[in-house]
């Protein structure tokens, strides 16, 4: 069964340093993988998807996702933090042929330090 | 093009009672799901419906139920609330029919207090 595990519940950058939010996924065929955004109060805007067009992914706001099928991996990355992109990501999944559903991670909270 | 609109953003109700959640999807697309956020469980999934059928259902007692109007709009009802109800409840639209490539784009959602 195709799931995505986040390491790491919270993670803390400076302004200015290397934003990386780790997503594992499990399957056995290529998936569909996503990822996503909530900042306070609102609901979740998408940031990225991959669907086996291209291994690096190139997002929103300067972020970008590189598909690792060997290390069954699609981590999150920014070079440059900015004060902004403290908000909840999460890394999503489209589970085999189920269509409409997807499966979330349990969340990154990105906090940014001046 | 408008968002994915929902309505209340906010409800407070008792133990016991009943509730029904509005969204609105984008114009055009034919396809709602609805989530439930909580901090314990995270990001789950209710149900989704396509042109007015429930396509797939989450694992979620029978007190959670949906339905999809003939324009897209999408109401879900829980009833007999319970404590643990209290959660933030997202709906989200999408195509439906572009298969597993699908983008969903998901509303501000409606904070649902059970008191």
């Known amino acids: 069964a195709q799931s995505v595990t986040q390491l790491g519940s919270h993670v803390s950058v400076s302004e200015g340093a290397l934003v990386l939010l780790r997503c594992n996924y499990s399957?056995?065929?290529?998936?569909?993988l996503f990822w996503y955004v909530q900042y306070p109060n609102q609901g979740l805007q998408l940031l990225l998807k991959?669907?086996?067009?291209?291994?690096l992914v190139k997002g929103i706001n300067g972020f970008e996702a590189e598909f690792k099928k060997s290390e069954t991996s699609f981590h999150l990355t920014k070079p440059s933090a900015h004060m902004s992109d403290a908000a909840e990501y999460f890394c999503a999944v489209i589970r085999g042929s189920t269509l409409g559903r997807l499966y979330f991670g349990r969340g990154t909270q990105l906090t940014v330090w001046p | 093009k408008a968002g994915v609109t929902q309505t209340p953003r906010y409800l407070i109700k008792t133990r016991g009672q009943q509730v029904t959640l509005s969204c609105s999807p984008i114009s055009g697309h034919r396809s709602v799901s609805w989530y439930q956020q909580t901090p314990g469980q995270g990001l789950q999934f209710l149900f989704e419906?396509?042109?007015?059928?429930?396509?797939n259902k989450g694992n979620f007692p029978g007190r959670f139920s949906g339905r999809q109007f003939s324009n897209s709009r999408s109401e879900m009802n829980v009833s007999t609330l319970e404590l643990g109800d209290s959660a933030l409840y997202l709906c989200?639209?999408?195509?439906?029919?572009?298969?597993?490539?699908?983008?969903?784009?998901f509303g501000a959602g409606t904070r649902l207090s059970v008191l």
């Open positions: 399957s056995s065929v290529p998936p569909y």
């Open positions: 989200a639209s999408s195509l439906g029919t572009s298969g597993r490539g699908d983008i969903q784009y």
């Open positions: 419906y396509f042109s007015e059928t429930q396509r």
């Open positions: 991959y669907t086996s067009a291209a291994t």
